[in-house]
C-alpha cells in the first residue's frame, strides 16, 4: 500500500479534497470530494515528486517535475480531470 505524504495531504487540503491509499491496485491515491470519490490518481509502477525528493534528493525531483509537467501539459489544466488532481497533488 502507498503511504501518502504530509506535502501531498497539504496539497489536496489546499484544493478542497480528502486522499486516502487507492482501492484501485494500480494506483497510489484515491481523491474524495464530499465524501465521494472523484478521481485515483498515481500509477503504483512510477514515483512522483514527493518520492524523488525521499530516494534521490530536490534537484532530481525538479527536474522530474519538469519533465512531468511538460508531458502532461494537455490535460493538467483541465479542473477536475485526474491529470489535474495528479498535477496538483503529487507534483506540485
Not at 502507498?2 to 480528502?18: D, F
Amino acid at each position: 500500500m502507498y503511504e501518502i505524504k504530509a506535502r501531498q495531504k497539504r496539497n489536496a487540503k489546499k484544493l478542497g479534497v480528502e486522499i486516502k491509499p487507492s482501492t484501485n491496485k494500480k494506483k497510489k491515491i484515491d481523491v474524495y470530494k464530499n465524501d465521494k470519490k472523484i478521481a485515483s490518481i498515481g500509477a503504483k509502477d512510477y514515483s512522483d515528486y514527493a518520492s524523488y525528493i525521499e530516494t534521490k534528493g530536490k534537484e532530481y525531483a525538479d527536474n522530474r517535475r519538469r519533465l512531468y509537467k511538460a508531458r502532461h501539459e494537455k490535460t493538467r489544466k483541465i479542473i477536475g480531470s485526474n491529470s489535474y488532481y495528479a498535477d496538483k497533488i503529487l507534483w506540485d
